[in-house]
Each structure stands twice: as structure tokens, then as C-alpha cells.
């Protein structure tokens, strides 16, 4: 019987990358990609010459049967996403689920995870926090909205530079402009930034500096 590791890939800065993750690249069989092209820079930055296949959000219902055969067979398989810890907002839940019905060992690799840092770096209560990643882009989002609006936790988001302030505009709209948030982009990168403060004073910040790169929103659960 075979096996799948799940490897966490930096999130930006690739001396992120553990020694781990980069010896078990190295010996696994087969390494599954979100993206071959994104991929392939960071396996040739760490001179791995595993073969790599790609498996996404699109690919990965058709595949995971033939994959599960492989590695019942014998062979030894590692997810990966573009960045960051694959199954979280990523593909890898249907290959890590087919693999546990089928008793094949998974062996998930700690490494970088962009909600991490910018839930600690944000100054808010991280003792209890609940993960949305990102909201449902039309239909059930109202739902979502109102269901979090009632949410004591700390909450996490996920979300695109372009949709940014039409997410934190949706934000004042249920939880009050007043409510405490933390905007973080470009984690680990050169140009990091978080910003803290009400939900008002961040959509007037980014109003005047529209954002870039990847965002994770933070915001205060109701008191």
C-alpha cells in the first residue's frame, strides 16, 4: 500500500519552505499540482525532479479513482497547491477523504497557511475563531451574512484585491461599520501590509489605495 502527503508550499517567500517538505518532493513517486507552471518554479528552485501531474478544482472528481489505485498499488503520492496548505480553500479534501475510506495512510506536513499570521498579527481575540475562506459569491451569501452576523468568534475570510471593498462594504451592512477588522495582504512578501481598525476606517483606506495581492480579512466577532 502506498501513501499521500499533504505539503504545505510558502505562501510567497520561499525560504518558508521546510526541509521536510522538500526531502519527502524528492522521494514521492508522483507529485500532484494546482498548477504545473506555478509549480514547476518551485520545484526547480529546490532541485526537485519528481514527475508532477496536475490536479485541480476541475480535474480532481475525474481523477481521484485512478489515483487511489495508484497508491493502492504502491506508489507514494504528494498534493500541493500554489501556495500554502493544499485542502484549505485549495483542492485536496475529495483525494484526502477517497484515500481514508480506503485505509491508505495521509500524512499532512505543518507548514505555511495565510489565515495563520494574519489572524496574529491582527490584534484580535485568536482563543476561539471560525474559518469562512471565501464567501459564496451570489446565491446563499445573504444567508451566510446573516448567520455570521450573530457569530461571537473571531472570523476569517478569504477574498480577491478586486472584491475587497465590496466584501467589507457587505460587512458594515451586517455586522456595523464600527466593527473591529484586520486586513492583511502579501503575507511573507516584500510589500506586506495589515491594516487595523473599524470596518469604516479600512474601506476608507483602501478607497484611497486600491489593494493588491492576496487578502485575508479578519473581523471581530459580536460582543
Same mark, same amino acid.
Given at each position: ?25 524528492? =522521494?514521492?513517486? !508522483? ?6 507552471? $506555478?509549480?514547476?518554479? /518551485? +520545484?526547480?528552485?529546490?532541485?526537485? %525532479? ?81 474559518? =469562512?475562506?471565501? !464567501? ?6 445573504? $444567508?451566510?451574512?446573516? /448567520? +455570521?452576523?450573530?457569530?461571537?468568534? %473571531? ?69
Amino acid at each position: 500500500m502506498g501513501k499521500l502527503y499533504i505539503v504545505p508550499t510558502p505562501i510567497g517567500n520561499l525560504e518558508d519552505m521546510t526541509f521536510r517538505a522538500v526531502r519527502v518532493l524528492k =522521494e514521492v513517486d !508522483l507529485i500532484l499540482a494546482e498548477d504545473t507552471r $506555478t509549480s514547476g518554479k /518551485l +520545484l526547480q528552485h529546490f532541485e526537485i %525532479t519528481a514527475p508532477m501531474q496536475s490536479h485541480h478544482m476541475h480535474n480532481e472528481h475525474k481523477t481521484v479513482d485512478h489515483l487511489v489505485q495508484r497508491m493502492e498499488s504502491g506508489e507514494t503520492l504528494a498534493l500541493i497547491s500554489d501556495a500554502g496548505t493544499p485542502a484549505i480553500s485549495d483542492p485536496g479534501f475529495l483525494l484526502t477523504r477517497a484515500c481514508v475510506e480506503k485505509n491508505i495512510d495521509v500524512e499532512c506536513l505543518p507548514g505555511a497557511t495565510a489565515f495563520v499570521p494574519a489572524l496574529v498579527n491582527s490584534g484580535l481575540p485568536n482563543d476561539k475563531f471560525v474559518f =469562512e475562506g471565501f !464567501l459564496p459569491p451570489k446565491k446563499g451569501r445573504q $444567508t451566510r451574512l446573516n /448567520l +455570521l452576523a450573530e457569530e461571537t468568534r %473571531t472570523m476569517i475570510f478569504y477574498e480577491s484585491p478586486y472584491k475587497l471593498l465590496k466584501t467589507l462594504g457587505h460587512f458594515t451592512e451586517y455586522f456595523g461599520a464600527d466593527r473591529s477588522a484586520s486586513v492583511s495582504r502579501e503575507l511573507t512578501k516584500l510589500y506586506e501590509e495589515t491594516v487595523r481598525g473599524s470596518l469604516t476606517e479600512i474601506i476608507e483606506y483602501y478607497t484611497e489605495k486600491p489593494p493588491k495581492g492576496e487578502i485575508v480579512i479578519i473581523v471581530e466577532g459580536k460582543k
